[in-house]
């Protein structure tokens, strides 16, 4: 059974940084996508940052690029984003998710990865940024 754990949510002040950890257990598949999403009240699930397993590719939404950076530990089986220059449009519910196995396309063409190409999830740990 595939598991996803999310820690290193927080407060902290507008500029901060938070660093969040997915610790992922119960996933084999040898070729996947892994990927940070957001959700605020009232909101849509947003893509944020996402990750093929090799490392071959990246993506980034416009509104946390050059700001976030998404990296996974294999080893440690552990996705992680770090988060730099909060803002209060950050705070939201983050999520990490995993697609299944074999889809390289997950993370779709450019800018955050989709939502409904994901489809082990996280229970999601809160970040606010605090103006």
């Known amino acids: 059974q595939v598991q996803l754990v999310e820690s290193g949510g927080g407060s902290v002040q507008s500029g901060g940084s938070l660093r969040l950890s997915c610790a992922v257990s119960?996933?084999?598949?040898?070729?996947?996508?892994m990927a940070w999403f957001r959700q605020a009240p009232g909101k849509e699930r947003e893509g944020v940052a996402g990750?093929?397993?090799?490392?071959?590719?990246?993506r980034y939404a416009d509104s946390v690029k050059d700001r976030f950076t998404i990296s996974q530990d294999n080893a440690k089986n552990t996705l992680y984003l770090q988060m730099n220059s909060l803002k209060p449009e950050d705070t939201a519910k983050y999520y990490c998710?995993?697609?299944?196995?074999?889809?390289?396309?997950?993370?779709?063409?450019?800018?955050?990865?989709?939502?409904?190409?994901?489809?082990?999830w996280g229970q999601g740990t809160q970040v606010t940024g605090s103006s």
């Open positions: 998710g995993a697609s299944d196995g074999g889809n390289w396309d997950a993370l779709g063409p450019r800018g955050g990865p989709p939502p409904g190409s994901f489809r082990y």
């Open positions: 119960g996933y084999t598949y040898s070729r996947y996508c």
């Open positions: 990750i093929v397993s090799d490392g071959s590719s990246i």
